[in-house]
């Protein structure tokens, strides 16, 4: 890499410098994409058998689980994230999840065998794409980082994979502990840097698929960089989730999974609940208990096992959530709106909790990625759907009722790609996660995103041995 081009890696929560990174320019990227595709035509991990495979990712994950406490602080001191959330939700999901995919490599699907038209013998096999590019945000750098990891090499591919500019120390740590598992040198590659190099390998011919989560609006930039080659793309872009609260659901419930929901990770979560929705007949009680409850929480130092919210990313998240708020005209601040008074140090804001906004402002519509939530009220079912599906984003939703009838026709109209009912957050490794409208296409998580990183082929044999003259063929089982 070239040695000049220098970034530091700042901690959050402290403004320090903790670390130096090289962006990688696209003679580095050239080196990478080109050890990646040298692995895959040698079939190096391409040509290893599903167990071979499955028992490799297998002791991977296990390495990573040995190092958690290690992996868990160097997480928290780049992203700023209290170090309990990595420790005990990013890290662990993170290993659940290559743990899965080792398994479902072992568990390849294609389309049984079949005769469908006279004579032949069709077969599907789904074959890894070949290299792909992944890249990850930096609100959850060693958790997507698996998400994507996990299928790419369960499937058989190649990878390089481009971590946030911010955020690259604990991905490095997953490519070193790759390597001590056994997965061969060059199929798994890491190259740091901002735009440039991202562009550098969005646009590069040989790789064959891009996975990324970021925003939308990069997500667009990336579809014009990867069109010329054709190349094959997962997004998983912006969010706004509704969280819709009816009067009958269990109210202290919804307040304690609507605290969770709006500012864990300090709201910079794509599923985070921004947009919070509750009945008329019961807002005036939520509100009373959402702003009590919200006002507890303790910001400060990540590193100490009490805090629940850590700093914002940078200077720069900071100043974009505060410019929301400066420009919210009509809408009142319920609760904190403002940088905490005795934390000089730091990218650190509070929650808060914002009521009278236009359900067509832009602090209603537009995704802030900070620790801001609006609340807004609704007078019945059909009001409350159409509000809730009123954004051009389609990532996450929940619903609240104890009315089951009703929780099934939202989640029927709600147009999310996950929709959760009397909770908020929670994901598993056995399902998949992604979005519809402009929050992407594609699937992480499940045995649905082992079926992004392949590509069917049919094989189709002639089984009569009889000689055809050269214009006979069949279609649909009729000679022709």
């Not at 294609?110 to 945000?137: C, D, F, K, M, W």
């Not at 440039?196 to 790789?207: C, F, K």
């Not at 989640?411 to 929709?419: A, I, Y």
Request: with cysteine.
């Amino acid at each position: 890499m070239v040695k000049s081009a220098k970034r530091p890696i700042l901690n959050p929560a402290t403004e320090e410098i903790i670390a130096e990174t090289v962006d990688a320019g696209p003679r580095d990227v050239d080196r990478a994409v080109a050890a990646a595709k040298k692995s895959f035509d040698s079939g190096v991990w391409s040509g290893k058998s599903p167990a071979e495979r499955s028992t490799v990712i297998l002791k991977w994950a296990g390495l990573i689980e040995a190092d958690l406490a290690a992996l868990a602080e160097l997480e928290s001191r780049n992203t700023g994230k209290p170090v309990k959330l990595a420790r005990d939700g990013d890290i662990p999901f993170a290993v659940d999840n290559l743990r899965f995919f080792a398994a479902a490599a072992r568990c390849p699907e294609g389309a049984g065998t079949g005769e469908y038209s006279a004579g032949y013998t069709s077969v599907i096999r789904r074959e890894p794409v070949g290299v792909t590019a992944l890249i990850t945000p930096w609100n959850y750098p060693l958790m997507m980082a698996a998400w994507k990891l996990g299928p790419a090499l369960a499937a058989g591919n190649t990878c390089v994979i481009k971590p946030s500019r911010l955020t690259p120390l604990t991905t490095m740590e997953l490519g070193r502990l790759a390597l001590e598992a056994g997965i061969p040198e060059g199929v798994l590659n890491v190259v740091t840097g901002a735009e440039e190099t991202g562009r550098a390998l969005t646009s590069h011919p040989d790789v064959r698929m891009i996975s990324f989560t970021g925003d939308t609006e990069t997500g667009r930039k990336i579809m014009v960089q990867a069109s010329a080659t054709v190349k094959r793309l997962t997004f998983e872009l912006g969010g706004k989730a509704p969280f819709v609260v009816f009067a009958d659901a269990d109210l202290d419930a919804a307040v304690q999974g609507a605290v969770v929901a709006s500012f864990v990770n300090c709201g910079q979560d794509c599923t985070a609940a921004t947009r919070i929705y509750v009945e008329q007949s019961a807002l005036k009680r939520f509100t009373a208990a959402f702003v009590k409850e919200a006002g507890k929480l303790r910001v400060g130092d990540p590193s100490k096992p009490g805090t629940d919210m850590g700093p914002l990313i940078s200077a720069e998240q900071r100043a974009r959530v505060e410019g929301f708020l400066q420009r919210a005209k009509g809408a009142r601040v319920l609760l904190g709106g403002r940088r905490p008074k005795g934390l000089r140090q730091g990218f650190f804001f509070e929650p808060t909790i914002m009521a009278g906004a236009a359900q067509d402002s832009e602090l209603v519509q537009s995704e802030i990625f900070g620790p801001v939530v609006c609340l807004l009220g609704f007078n019945d079912e059909a009001q409350a759907l159409a509000l809730a599906n009123d954004v051009r984003y389609g990532l996450a939703g929940s619903v609240w009722t104890r009315d089951v009838q009703r929780a099934l026709r939202m989640v029927n109209g709600l147009r999310f790609g996950t929709v959760w009912v009397n909770d908020h957050l929670p994901l598993a490794s056995e399902m998949p996660h992604g979005g519809f409208k402009e929050s992407g296409f594609g699937k992480d998580l499940s045995k649905y995103a082992l079926e992004e990183y392949t590509v069917a082929k049919h094989v189709m044999f002639e089984t009569t041995g009889a000689a055809r003259k050269p214009w006979h063929y069949t279609v649909f089982g009729e000679p022709g």
